[in-house]
Every structure is written in structure tokens, then in C-alpha cells.
């Protein structure tokens, strides 16, 4: 059974920063791409974030505030979220794709900035 589980979400103040963390389960880890969505009510979930292999990418809105990361010893992923914007308020989940096996989601951590 495939899980994947978010943590490290919560309230901050315009300009700080939070680092969100996605462990994943039932899976050979490192043959997945791993990457971090976002949502917010009444629209579709935003790619931000993505790593596979020795790559990464990023949304235009976060490059350069956010960093995602892996460790596949440890399989886990994690969003670095640097410098954050009122506008950052989402869900956001962790995704787990490899071609032919599917893609697979998180539950999804909360994040608000505000004052």
C-alpha cells in the first residue's frame, strides 16, 4: 500500500519560512519523480516543485524562495519554503510519479502567511 504523508505546515508571518516534509511508503523511492503541489479553494492544484533523478525545477512564482530536496535513503522529500508571500497560502500535497506505475498523493499540509 502506497502512502505518502505531509508534516511541517502551519501559520507564518510574511517573510519567513517553513520546511515541509513528505514521507513516502510503499514504493521504491528513488525510481520516482517526487514532487510538491499546491491548492487553494476554487482552483486547480498548481504544480510548484519537482525532482527527479539528479533534476529539479521550479513554478516561476517560488524560483528562487522555495527548494525542494530528496533523500532516498531516508525516502523523503522536502519543500524548503523561503521568503514566504500571503499569496503562498495553500494546501499542499506531495506527488509521487514513475511512467507505467501511476501517480500517487499526499493528504495534503496546510500553509498560511499572514500577520
Known amino acids: 500500500q502506497v502512502q505518502l504523508v505531509e508534516s511541517g505546515g502551519g501559520l507564518v508571518q510574511p517573510g519567513g519560512s517553513l520546511r515541509l516534509s513528505c514521507l513516502a511508503s510503499?514504493?521504491?523511492?528513488?525510481?520516482?519523480?517526487m514532487s510538491w503541489y499546491r491548492q487553494t479553494p476554487g482552483k486547480e492544484r498548481e504544480l510548484v516543485a519537482a525532482s527527479g533523478g539528479s533534476h529539479t525545477d521550479y513554478a516561476d512564482v517560488v524560483k528562487g524562495r522555495f527548494t525542494i530536496s530528496r533523500d532516498n535513503a531516508k525516502n523523503t522529500v522536502y519543500l524548503q519554503l523561503n521568503s514566504l508571500k500571503p499569496e503562498d497560502t495553500a494546501v499542499y500535497y506531495c506527488g509521487a510519479s514513475r511512467l507505467f506505475r501511476g501517480q500517487y498523493w499526499g493528504q495534503g499540509t496546510q500553509v498560511t502567511v499572514s500577520t
Open positions: 510503499g514504493i521504491s523511492f528513488s525510481y520516482y519523480a
